[in-house]
């Protein structure tokens, strides 16, 4: 079972990147899914998340109006859409499948993470 995280790279204040996270060896379509990221020196923090259903969907209020989350079930994959990048949004990304079918801001609630894909905005 596995969850790859990639998309990440270096780009300008104001640019753009989207993340995908794709799942492989089980399907995570009953599950929640939220993408967590950590700065140098800093813990790790819930950026966005999506209920399996993809009715429900919650931002951190740092990232609320530039960051969007969706998902893809019937391709087991999981998006995050960055606009308006600024340099406090450098950090390694994650992925992360929830142990139900919601979300949560609780990283330990998560029983599945990919590797992490670095996000670098220069400004």
């Known amino acids: 079972v596995q969850l790859q995280a990639f998309g990440g790279g270096l780009v300008q204040t104001g640019g753009s990147l989207r993340l995908s996270c794709a799942a492989s060896?089980?399907?995570?379509?009953?599950?929640?899914m939220a993408w967590f990221r950590q700065a140098p020196g800093k813990e790790r923090e819930f950026v966005a998340g999506?209920?399996?259903?993809?009715?429900?969907?919650e931002y951190a209020d740092s990232v609320k109006g530039r960051f969007t989350i969706s998902r893809d079930n019937a391709k087991n994959t999981v998006y995050l859409q960055m606009n308006s990048l600024k340099p406090e949004d450098t950090a390694v990304y994650y992925c992360?499948?929830?142990?139900?079918?919601?979300?949560?801001?609780?990283?330990?609630?998560?029983?599945?993470w990919g590797q992490g894909t670095q996000v670098t905005v220069s400004s």
């Open positions: 992360a499948a929830h142990r139900s079918g919601s979300y949560s801001y609780d990283a330990l609630e998560y029983d599945y």
């Open positions: 060896g089980r399907t995570f379509s009953s599950n929640g």
């Open positions: 999506i209920s399996w259903s993809v009715i429900r969907t």
